[in-house]
């Protein structure tokens, strides 16, 4: 949004479904909720000509790690925290209805909007006419509102009860033309649901958002029926930010020659091709884990990977490598112990260890069934990777279902057979192919998106 005197600049982190803000009048700044790799903001001030004198955060975050200490320790900036969290660093603490005096024609007012965190704070954004929008954080978003059981599932309920009465409060204290800037809602698993917007207001909130449409009833029953699971890797977000986030180290990795690639896989680590699934199937290295830079690697790969477990990247380009490491350092995978580049033939040890991968639409999953109910088949297994509300939404009949961060342990219950692997889309399905091929199973990729299986003949279970 711009105004004559204001400005209010997306800084979007697609991977994670989060979004940062830098406002300024032209002259200072206040950025609110920033990642952790801030060479972009500092960059984007630069760009701008605008001097970041605030920094501040609406909570402690649960998925991802923040880069606000760091950033107001390189300008200088006043570091605006909750005060009700208990930081061992310096802040400045802010309470329901404190201001922040950015410049003469900026400033922020602090307001308590519990739900997502006990301590979540919003920041109302006003100008020389008065209210221009509210940082949201992981409060009222588009359409809908931020999960409320990061907590732990005994506060749950009343987080939802503190969020519908939060976004009430909202309502009633900014005008319908107030811009809502919220931190997560973009496709991040702090949120239920992913934003169909770019932008919106308070008063196209009130017409959609089930937290001023719904009574506090039924919008908390409705909030906790949709909660899922949510990436492992959150447990340690909340402890990192909690005590200080170190700086960020970029500096590319060690780079590994064939034979070492080839001792890394044999200790069982983790070895991660970041290339686009089509070309993972045409070859790859034997044992490697398919997690492409096209979808969110850095939050399945964090979500499956035991903390601290060594990790090696292989990429088309050291920029693939770099982008990679940039994605793991936000999620506070702060070592890569060696990365390599180049074709799998390059990469691998010996011709052998280059191995291709069989993939299928759903339209042979069809086929393939149908021969399997006629008595033709030779024993097929399909393999559903979704999560448990996709699932229970809607599956193939017959199939097994095992969630993409499970399938690693859970091997072994899968039946004797070819395993027809599928997800929403593709993306995790090729993860979970490229474990079970590790593991020395017959298996297909489906690389397909699941809307067309019942269209393709693909037997179905609704509900």
């Not at 931020?146 to 732990?152: C, K, P, S």
């Not at 990777?385 to 996709?390: I, S």
């Not at 993306?427 to 397909?448: E, F, H, T, W």
Request: hydrophobic share 40%; with cysteine; net charge negative.
């Amino acid at each position: 949004m711009t105004t004559d005197a204001i400005e209010v600049e997306v800084i979007e982190t697609s991977s994670l479904g989060d979004r940062s803000y830098l406002a300024t009048d032209g002259n200072a700044a206040v950025v609110v909720d920033p990642q952790r790799d801030i060479d972009r903001i500092l960059a984007l001030a630069g760009q701008l000509g605008a001097d970041i004198t605030h920094v501040v955060e609406t909570h402690i975050h649960n998925d991802y790690v923040s880069g606000g200490l760091e950033l107001s320790r390189l300008t200088g900036a006043d570091y605006g925290v909750a005060a009700a969290d208990d930081v061992p660093f310096q802040r400045a603490p802010l309470s329901d209805g404190d201001t922040v005096e950015v410049s003469d024609r900026m400033r922020l007012r602090a307001l308590a909007t519990p739900g997502h965190t006990f301590h979540h704070l919003s920041y109302v954004l006003e100008g020389p006419e008065g209210p221009e929008g509210v940082f949201t954080g992981g409060s009222l978003l588009f359409g809908t509102t931020v999960r409320t059981d990061l907590r732990g599932a005994a506060h749950a309920e009343t987080l939802a009860r503190h969020q519908h009465a939060s976004a009430r409060r909202l309502a009633d204290v900014l005008p319908e033309g107030a811009s809502i800037w919220p931190t997560h809602g973009f496709g991040s698993f702090c949120t239920a649901a992913a934003a169909q917007t770019d932008d919106s207001t308070l008063g196209r909130e009130r017409q959609a958002n089930p937290a001023l449409r719904l009574a506090a009833d039924a919008f908390v029953t409705q909030t906790l029926a949709g909660l899922d699971a949510y990436p492992a890797y959150y447990v340690h977000m909340g402890v990192a930010n909690l005590v200080g986030p170190e700086p960020v180290d970029l500096r590319a990795p060690h780079q590994a020659d064939p034979n070492e690639l080839r001792r890394r896989l044999d200790k069982g680590e983790w070895v991660v091709d970041l290339r686009h699934r089509t070309a993972y199937v045409q070859g790859h290295v034997a044992g490697t884990v398919s997690l492409g830079l096209d979808g969110p690697m850095a939050t399945w790969l964090g979500w499956m990977i035991d903390w601290g477990a060594p990790l090696t990247l292989l990429g088309d380009s050291p920029e693939q490598v770099a982008r990679a490491q940039r994605e793991l350092v936000r999620i506070g995978v702060d070592r890569v112990e060696a990365a390599a580049t180049g074709e799998p033939a390059e990469l691998a040890a010996g011709s052998e260890q280059v191995r291709a991968l069989a993939s299928a639409d759903f339209a042979e999953v069809a086929r393939v069934l149908a021969a399997e109910a006629g008595g033709s088949g030779s024993g097929e297994v399909v393999l559903d990777v979704r999560l448990n509300n996709e699932w229970s939404a809607s599956h193939v009949a017959g199939a097994i279902h095992i969630p993409l961060p499970q399938v690693a342990r859970r091997i072994g219950e899968i039946p004797p057979g070819r395993v027809w692997v599928h997800c929403g889309s593709g993306y995790r399905a090729a993860a979970a192919a490229s474990l079970l091929d590790a593991a020395g199973r017959d298996v297909v990729l489906i690389d397909d998106v699941f809307a067309e299986a019942a269209p393709s003949g693909v037997p179905m279970t609704e509900g």
